[in-house]
């Protein structure tokens, strides 16, 4: 009996497992999950070499392929967050490629995105170079660039991201790579703001500034993971596409180590070169390794976009086949994982708050008053990036951002976040030059000047000027805004420059370059002034002078009245109204924009003082051809205590630009009359720091002469060579005039002028 129940069991086990086993094979085919690969782009940094990425992210579009996640380190953050963010291949291509390193990536500005007052600045000291004293010792920039430019286009090509995001939120999961400060770990971002992320990845040593970030600095994720593909590992991929920028490079060819610089940069390779070895040895054989020929490929060639894109396609191809094994169990018909779309950009936002943060000695109070226009008005990436950028020209900070934070509903404040100088609040400069000409004047001149801005938070400025030489300085000013417009400045000042005195014959068609002596023209002058600043473009200046002019002769002359030291000396106090207007887009070789300086003065005690300056400058550009052209005119009129008193005040033409087939100081008087027309011919653009190489030709007419003397017009031209460097202007020069003039001169650095 327990025999044939044991048997009716099995019997009814048997049965049941067969229809168990009959239902789950009879179900579709279709309905059993399908097990994808997780594929993790591994994008490496390289600078403009970065776009050869672009040709990977297309072959996976192509193929039809998803991404799990993007890593990226440097260029590879910038390429794979955008792209992770939602922007297309063709619009990174497009707006990162047309971008001009020089202003954005090496934050060098155009003239006329600064104030009027920064431009005035420039042309005692045309050196960009700025350190300050912080702590006791010298305090110098983080970087060659501040990154501010690349930082603000990162924002607003973010600017459809939420502030403070999860990474994996994006339309694609992305992950950028940095190194942290403080003790050289690596750091993977996969939350917070994206542009801070990203831009913290690019740090480069020593050419971009280091970032902040929630209290850390961090600098190039490429000094721990180049190539990280330990983090894609780390995030779990199946397949790991890995984009490798150093193909081609031979390590066994190295510049020679000629300095210290060549050296660092050496030393800062071999790291990179050492992890990225690392990184690959962790490459499995499911992996794919695409490495393009980019060796020739500068750090900086973003202008050559479409080139790099195409060798990136070649990379692509030599590895077709791994593409295709890769291809092998994607089924089509399978739908893909549906992309994540992020919409805070669609949401309506109203700034009703506007936050500072980082600030410390630049009142709150300014950064609020800047970015003031946007309150109570509809939020816009594009003005709120035009009022950040006006916080960075004003050069007290070398980075600003922003994020918004929701108060309710649509009401948000504006945090702006500002970064000051790492010297602020003391602001130094240098100044060098040296200037020599034929049998002429041979000048030189070091100098020194010192700004501290917010001594009071109503933005009181205090500013010292030294220079010492053949032309000698000492101004110290004080400057109170009023208004964004208003603003008074009062200061003293002493002035000394050594000056040639020249023969001059009967026959004026016939100069003699023989020097007769030197003399030393002191200018001491105390003044106070109303000035009215429109924008960025002109400004008006209305106020009181007291001026005391000496000059002192080494020689003895019988056109002088007698006396033991050959000493003129007059004074006056008066009234001075001037002029400027500035949109030249260089100082000294501009190639586009016009300039404008016309001031009078009238003395109301003291000796009878009237004069008057006009000078105008205009610039237009046609490709590499440049044309300049210039006016001139000035008069002094005083009355002389005595016949045989020399007027200690003459205006002065010779030199370059300015007749330069006569010596400086060659041609004096108390009028003045000039025109020249420059042309340029640019030979090269100067490399990432746009330090220009021109030669061209002068042209020009005019004189200087005294009150009843005959005038006569004179004419001289020039060849030249020029360099606009960072250090000032560097031209040689040759020329030709009438009355036999000719000159050559040579000048380095600050320029000179009587």
Same mark, same amino acid.
């Given at each position: 009996?327990?025999?044939?129940?044991?048997?009716?069991?099995?019997?009814?086990?048997?049965?049941?497992?067969?229809?168990?086993?009959?239902?789950?094979?009879?179900?579709?085919?279709?309905?059993?999950?399908?097990?994808?690969?997780?594929?993790?782009?591994?994008?490496?940094?390289?600078?403009?070499?970065?776009?050869?990425?672009?040709?990977?992210?297309?072959?996976?579009?192509?193929?039809?392929?998803?991404?799990?996640?993007?890593?990226?380190?440097?260029?590879?953050?910038?390429?794979?967050?955008?792209?992770?963010?939602?922007?297309?291949?063709?619009?990174?291509?497009?707006?990162?490629?047309?971008?001009?390193?020089?202003?954005?990536?090496?934050?060098?500005?155009?003239?006329?995105?600064?104030?009027?007052?920064?431009?005035?600045?420039?042309?005692?000291?045309?050196?960009?170079?700025?350190?300050?004293?912080?702590? $006791?010792?010298?305090?110098?920039? #983080?970087?060659?660039?501040?990154?501010?430019?690349?930082?603000?286009?990162?924002?607003?090509?973010?600017?459809?991201?939420?502030?403070?995001?999860?990474?994996?939120?994006?339309?694609?999961?992305?992950?950028?790579?940095?190194?942290?400060?403080?003790?050289?770990?690596?750091?993977?971002?996969? #939350?917070?703001?994206?542009?801070?992320?990203?831009?913290?990845?690019?740090?480069?040593?020593?050419?971009?500034?280091?970032?902040?970030?929630?209290?850390?600095?961090?600098?190039?994720? $490429?000094?721990?993971?180049?190539?990280?593909?330990?983090?894609?590992?780390?995030?779990?991929?199946?397949?790991?596409?890995?984009?490798?920028?150093?193909?081609?490079?031979?390590?066994?060819?190295?510049?020679?180590?000629?300095?210290?610089?060549?050296?660092?940069?050496?030393?800062?390779?071999?790291?990179?070169?050492?992890?990225?070895?690392?990184?690959?040895?962790?490459?499995?054989?499911?992996?794919?390794?695409?490495?393009?020929?980019?060796?020739?490929?500068?750090?900086? %060639?973003? +202008?050559?976009?479409?080139?790099?894109?195409?060798?990136?396609?070649?990379?692509?191809?030599?590895? +077709? %086949?791994?593409?295709? #094994?890769?291809?092998?169990?994607?089924?089509?018909?399978?739908?893909?994982?549906?992309?994540?779309?992020?919409?805070?950009?669609?949401?309506?936002?109203?700034?009703?708050?506007?936050?500072?943060?980082?600030?410390?000695?630049?009142?709150?109070?300014?950064?609020?008053?800047?970015?003031?226009?946007?309150?109570?008005?509809?939020?816009?990436?594009?003005?709120?990036?035009?009022?950040?950028?006006?916080?960075?020209?004003?050069?007290?900070?070398?980075?600003?951002?922003?994020?918004?934070?929701?108060?309710?509903?649509?009401?948000?404040?504006?945090?702006?976040?500002?970064?000051?100088?790492?010297?602020?609040?003391?602001?130094?400069?240098?100044?060098?030059?040296?200037?020599?000409?034929?049998?002429?004047?041979?000048?030189?001149?070091?100098?020194?000047?010192?700004?501290?801005?917010?001594?009071?938070?109503?933005?009181?400025?205090?500013?010292?000027?030294?220079?010492?030489?053949?032309?000698?300085?000492?101004?110290?000013?004080?400057?109170?805004?009023?208004?964004?417009?208003?603003?008074?400045?009062? $200061?003293?000042?002493?002035?000394?420059?050594?000056?040639?005195?020249?023969?001059?014959?009967?026959?004026?068609?016939?100069?003699?370059?023989?020097?007769?002596?030197?003399?030393?023209?002191?200018?001491?002058?105390?003044?106070?002034?109303?000035?009215?600043?429109?924008?960025?473009?002109?400004?008006?200046?209305?106020?009181?002078?007291?001026?005391?002019?000496?000059?002192?002769?080494?020689?003895?002359?019988?056109?002088?009245?007698?006396?033991?030291?050959?000493?003129?000396?007059?004074?006056?106090?008066?009234?001075?109204?001037?002029?400027?207007? %500035?949109?030249?887009?260089?100082?000294?070789?501009?190639?586009?924009?016009?300039?404008?300086?016309?001031?009078?003065?009238?003395?109301?005690?003291?000796? %009878?003082?009237?004069?008057?300056?006009?000078?105008?400058?205009?610039?237009?550009?046609?490709?590499?051809?440049?044309?300049?052209?210039?006016?001139?005119?000035?008069?002094?009129?005083?009355?002389?205590?005595?016949?045989?008193?020399?007027?200690?005040?003459?205006?002065?033409?010779?030199?370059?630009?300015?007749?330069?087939?006569?010596?400086?100081?060659?041609?004096?008087?108390?009028?003045?009359?000039?025109?020249?027309?420059?042309?340029?011919?640019?030979?090269?653009?100067? $490399?990432?720091?746009?330090?220009?190489?021109?030669?061209?030709?002068?042209?020009?007419?005019?004189?200087?002469? +005294?009150?009843?003397?005959?005038?006569?017009?004179?004419?001289?031209?020039?060849?030249?060579?020029?360099?606009?460097?960072?250090?000032?202007?560097?031209?040689?020069?040759?020329?030709?005039?009438?009355? +036999?003039?000719?000159?050559?001169?040579?000048?380095?650095?600050?320029?000179?002028?009587?």
């Amino acid at each position: 009996m327990l025999c044939n129940k044991a048997k009716i069991q099995r019997l009814l086990l048997f049965f049941s497992t067969w229809l168990l086993s009959w239902g789950v094979w009879a179900q579709p085919l279709t309905a059993q999950p399908v097990k994808l690969p997780s594929v993790v782009v591994v994008l490496a940094g390289g600078g403009a070499k970065g776009f050869a990425h672009l040709a990977v992210l297309r072959r996976l579009e192509q193929d039809r392929i998803p991404i799990a996640r993007i890593v990226g380190t440097s260029m590879g953050a910038v390429i794979g967050g955008l792209y992770a963010s939602g922007l297309s291949t063709d619009e990174i291509e497009r707006v990162v490629g047309g971008l001009d390193p020089s202003k954005v990536a090496l934050d060098q500005l155009n003239r006329l995105e600064l104030p009027s007052r920064t431009r005035a600045y420039q042309q005692k000291y045309p050196v960009d170079f700025e350190f300050g004293i912080k702590n $006791g010792g010298a305090s110098f920039a #983080r970087g060659v660039s501040d990154g501010q430019r690349f930082l603000a286009l990162l924002q607003d090509l973010t600017s459809h991201v939420p502030p403070q995001v999860n990474f994996n939120d994006l339309k694609i999961p992305f992950r950028a790579v940095a190194t942290r400060y403080r003790d050289g770990e690596m750091k993977v971002f996969d #939350r917070g703001a994206l542009h801070l992320a990203i831009r913290a990845s690019m740090a480069a040593p020593a050419v971009f500034a280091p970032v902040e970030v929630d209290g850390e600095t961090y600098v190039d994720g $490429g000094l721990v993971a180049n190539l990280p593909v330990e983090v894609a590992l780390h995030e779990g991929a199946d397949v790991i596409i890995a984009s490798y920028l150093a193909g081609g490079a031979d390590d066994g060819k190295a510049e020679q180590a000629s300095h210290a610089l060549v050296v660092a940069n050496r030393m800062v390779d071999i790291l990179i070169r050492q992890n990225e070895k690392r990184n690959m040895a962790l490459l499995r054989p499911q992996d794919i390794l695409v490495a393009p020929q980019l060796q020739d490929v500068g750090f900086a %060639d973003f +202008n050559r976009a479409a080139e790099i894109v195409r060798r990136g396609q070649v990379a692509v191809s030599a590895v +077709n %086949d791994r593409w295709e #094994r890769l291809q092998v169990g994607w089924d089509r018909s399978v739908a893909q994982p549906a992309s994540r779309q992020l919409s805070f950009d669609q949401r309506e936002k109203r700034i009703v708050a506007i936050q500072a943060k980082g600030n410390q000695d630049v009142p709150r109070q300014f950064i609020q008053s800047v970015m003031s226009p946007l309150l109570e008005s509809e939020f816009s990436s594009v003005e709120a990036e035009r009022y950040i950028d006006q916080l960075y020209t004003s050069g007290y900070f070398d980075l600003v951002s922003y994020s918004l934070v929701q108060q309710q509903g649509d009401q948000y404040t504006l945090v702006v976040q500002v970064r000051e100088k790492p010297y602020s609040p003391h602001f130094m400069k240098t100044t060098l030059g040296f200037s020599s000409e034929l049998a002429g004047v041979t000048q030189f001149s070091v100098g020194l000047g010192y700004r501290r801005p917010w001594l009071t938070e109503s933005g009181l400025e205090f500013s010292l000027d030294a220079r010492l030489g053949t032309q000698a300085e000492l101004a110290a000013r004080l400057y109170q805004p009023l208004s964004p417009q208003w603003s008074v400045e009062t $200061g003293f000042s002493w002035d000394r420059n050594q000056l040639p005195w020249y023969r001059t014959t009967i026959d004026r068609d016939d100069v003699s370059a023989k020097k007769l002596a030197y003399f030393n023209q002191t200018l001491q002058k105390l003044d106070a002034q109303l000035v009215y600043d429109y924008g960025r473009k002109a400004n008006i200046k209305l106020g009181l002078t007291s001026s005391t002019i000496r000059r002192t002769f080494d020689t003895r002359f019988d056109f002088l009245e007698t006396s033991t030291d050959q000493t003129n000396r007059l004074k006056y106090n008066g009234v001075k109204t001037e002029l400027q207007i %500035d949109q030249l887009d260089s100082l000294s070789f501009p190639t586009r924009g016009f300039f404008v300086n016309a001031s009078l003065e009238q003395g109301l005690s003291g000796v %009878d003082y009237r004069g008057g300056r006009l000078s105008v400058k205009l610039a237009r550009s046609v490709g590499p051809h440049i044309f300049n052209a210039g006016l001139n005119l000035a008069r002094d009129q005083i009355t002389r205590e005595c016949e045989k008193c020399q007027s200690p005040t003459q205006l002065f033409l010779g030199g370059f630009q300015l007749m330069g087939a006569y010596r400086m100081g060659q041609l004096a008087g108390s009028d003045l009359a000039h025109v020249q027309g420059t042309y340029m011919y640019r030979l090269s653009d100067g $490399g990432v720091f746009n330090q220009r190489t021109y030669v061209g030709t002068v042209l020009e007419a005019g004189d200087a002469w +005294n009150q009843g003397d005959q005038i006569r017009t004179r004419y001289s031209g020039t060849l030249f060579v020029a360099v606009d460097s960072k250090v000032g202007d560097i031209y040689l020069g040759a020329a030709k005039g009438s009355g +036999n003039a000719y000159n050559v001169f040579l000048q380095l650095g600050r320029r000179f002028s009587f």
